[in-house]
Nanobody, 116 residues
Framework: QVQLVESGGGLVQPGGSLRLSCAASGKNLNWYTMGWYRQFPGKWRELVAHVTSVGNSKYADSVKGRFTIARDNDKNTIDLQMNSLTPEDTAVYYC??????????WGQGTQVNVSS
C-alpha cells in the first residue's frame, strides 16, 4: 500500500512562490504516475501536473509556464514548484500516485492560500 505525505503549503502573496513536496513510501513507485491535483470548494479535484513512469510530464493549461513538477525516483518524491501565484490558485493540493483508477493513492492534502 502506498502512503503519501505532503508538505509545503501555506499563505503567500500574489506573485509569490511556494514549493510543495510529497514523500511516498510503501511500494516501488517506479511504475506509477505521480502528480499533484487540486480541489476548489464545491468542485471535483483537477489535475495540476503529473509525471508518468517513463518521465512524461503533463500540466493543466492554467499552470503552464508557472508551475514545474519534479520527480525523484531514487527518493520517491514528487515536488511542485509554484511561481507567479494568483488568488485563483488558492485550493487544497493533493499528491497522487496511480497506475489507473483501481490502483491509486492520495495524500492528506495541503492548503495553499494566495492572498494579499
Amino acid at each position: 500500500q502506498v502512503q503519501l505525505v505532503e508538505s509545503g503549503g501555506g499563505l503567500v502573496q500574489p506573485g509569490g512562490s511556494l514549493r510543495l513536496s510529497c514523500a511516498a513510501s510503501g511500494k516501488n513507485l517506479n511504475w506509477y504516475t505521480m502528480g499533484w491535483y487540486r480541489q476548489f470548494p464545491g468542485k471535483w479535484r483537477e489535475l495540476v501536473a503529473h509525471v508518468t513512469s517513463v518521465g512524461n510530464s503533463k500540466y493543466a493549461d492554467s499552470v503552464k509556464g508557472r508551475f514545474t513538477i519534479a520527480r525523484d525516483n531514487d527518493k520517491n518524491t514528487i515536488d511542485l514548484q509554484m511561481n507567479s501565484l494568483t488568488p485563483e490558485d488558492t485550493a487544497v493540493y493533493y499528491c497522487n500516485a496511480n497506475r489507473g483508477a483501481l490502483d491509486a493513492a492520495w495524500g492528506q492534502g495541503t492548503q495553499v492560500n494566495v492572498s494579499s
